[in-house]
């Protein structure tokens, strides 16, 4: 890869909180703004950009007040000849978060940005500036992309662990000066409380970072609110924020435990058990917290591409708003699956229109695994993959006719990249071992936890033929983040050569696999 070195970027972010300081913080900083407060408008949660293309990107900021977002960019530290960006108004109907556009900016370059947070009142009056930086997509093959990728942070009541040097992965994926963090889901855990304490199977004490929302499941848009600003406490992870931008997509722990539309719950945690109430409460606080392009569109979906020059586009799937109820799923005909009708139809498209050498399906929920879901004592299934090794059934159907469809259209180079298992894993699917034979062989990668329990490897369904290459998981359930098995994964395209390399690594950058896959195949 030839990426272009850049001064500066490990020390763009200032001013961080210090959230080691104490184990349980006052309601006042994780709640809504004390208007109160003197001096001028504070970002003490950093800030974020996501969704970069060649030309555009969105930065996001959150107040401790209400305040007006200003956005200036350079092409230099030292903001010589800035160019300024008037943002929205934030205030507490966003929980005084916001995000503004960028547009028309140069492709491949190194973006250099400070947000200022001017008093509505009074727009001399501004905060201290927090910078931050990020490279635009090159429209130059030959620059090559690099990026990383995984999910599930502060999940099975594992938060930030001051003793453990908090999210300390982040600072493992940040090293590789990525384009890009892919995550591919469970943002958050708003059904699981983090107490201050948890004892470890040695007789250690794993200490957590708590406040007042992360002490009971979310409910309210308060407490989902709450569990996203929770996260924003440690210190790796905003200045992971302020370097690398994310194309960022959700699953069930963002709203509760495999949870899908139409839902009651029988959990008697809750007191709402419309699980539509809280899945509608928590795509706000999502919409909030997150620089997301399409959820400033009209029908507010997370589903989307984001193209990243002639080299790859990514395909963001959403596996949970459209599906269908879990089930046994053992149905002979099903025509909303997963994914729903609308969905596919976008994504067959989009398949079909890409130029970009390489085509990654970011999924949130893998293929060929078996994910149970035991929750109403049935045993229901909550990915795709039920354990029936024959033909297509429920879920399944649906992939087939996706793959059946890039088989008959030839799409090049689609790479399916996915987490939410708690262990890595790479499963190379392939019709000569299949039940369901109408396609071309592919590669499926998993990765994750970034910071959450850490589980045994799934079970493998052999409908699609997958065979796992690679695998690294625990013998027992939910092991802490002290016991290792958190993961990542990274994606470089060469860009001479058109050549993708995946590499799944350890917490700390260890590589433990690496698959070189080839441009312009149909089929790897």
Request: charged share 25%.
């Amino acid at each position: 890869m030839s990426h272009r070195p850049f001064p500066g970027r490990r020390s763009v972010l200032r001013g961080s909180l210090a959230a080691s300081a104490a184990l349980t913080l006052p309601t006042a900083l994780g709640s809504a703004p004390a208007f109160a407060l003197s001096g001028r408008p504070k970002a003490g949660w950093g800030v974020q950009t996501g969704d970069v293309t060649c030309d555009s990107g969105l930065v996001w900021v959150r107040s401790d007040r209400p305040a007006r977002m200003i956005v200036e960019t350079s092409a230099t530290e030292s903001f010589r000849n800035a160019r300024r960006w008037h943002g929205p108004l934030l205030d507490a109907g966003t929980d005084f978060t916001g995000t503004t556009p960028l547009r028309g900016l140069p492709s491949g370059e190194q973006i250099h940005y400070r947000v200022l947070l001017a008093d509505p009142d009074d727009p001399r009056r501004t905060g201290e500036p927090v910078t931050g930086t990020f490279r635009t997509a090159s429209a130059r093959r030959r620059d090559g992309v690099r990026f990383v990728w995984s999910g599930d942070l502060a999940g099975q009541g594992w938060g930030i662990n001051p003793d453990f040097g908090g999210y300390t992965i982040y600072n493992a994926m940040g090293r590789l000066d990525p384009d890009f963090f892919l995550c591919s889901g469970d943002n958050i855990y708003a059904d699981g409380p983090i107490t201050s304490s948890v004892t470890l199977p040695d007789g250690s004490t794993w200490r957590n970072i708590t406040t007042e929302e992360k002490s009971k499941v979310a409910e309210t848009l308060a407490e989902f609110r709450g569990n996203f600003r929770y996260n924003l406490l440690d210190d790796n992870l905003k200045r992971f924020n302020a370097q690398v931008p994310s194309i960022i997509q959700w699953d069930d722990h963002e709203v509760t435990n495999n949870w899908y539309p139409g839902e009651i719950l029988g959990d008697s945690r809750y007191t709402e058990k419309n699980v539509d109430v809280l899945a509608a409460r928590a795509r706000q606080a999502f919409s909030e917290y997150f620089p997301i392009s399409t959820l400033r569109r009209p029908d507010g979906r997370v589903y989307r591409t984001v193209h990243h020059g002639p080299l790859l586009d990514v395909f963001v799937l959403d596996m949970r708003t459209y599906r269908n109820a879990n089930s046994t799923d053992d149905q002979t005909t099903d025509a909303q699956g997963i994914l729903g009708a609308e969905q596919l139809k976008w994504l067959k498209g989009e398949l079909a229109r890409s130029r970009a050498v390489w085509k990654v399906i970011a999924s949130d929920m893998p293929l060929g695994l078996v994910v149970p879901d035991t929750g109403d004592g049935k045993p229901n299934i909550e990915a795709v993959a039920q354990g029936d090794p024959g033909a297509p059934l429920g879920r399944e159907l649906q992939i087939a006719e996706l793959l059946r469809f890039i088989k008959h259209r030839r799409i090049t180079g689609t790479v399916w990249l996915t987490a939410d298992v708690h262990h890595t894993s790479a499963q190379h699917y392939q019709p000569s071992r299949a039940a369901f034979t109408d396609f071309e062989p592919f590669w499926e990668f998993v990765t994750g936890p970034l910071n959450a329990g850490a589980f045994p490897a799934s079970a493998l369904d052999a409908t699609f033929g997958p065979e796992r290459v690679f695998v690294k998981a625990p013998t027992a359930a939910n092991v802490s983040p002290a016991g290792g098995y958190q993961f990542f994964g990274d994606v470089d395209i060469d860009g001479h050569s058109g050549e993708l390399t995946v590499r799944l690594r350890e917490q700390d950058g260890t590589v433990l696999f690496t698959k070189v896959l080839q441009p312009g195949r149909v089929g790897q």
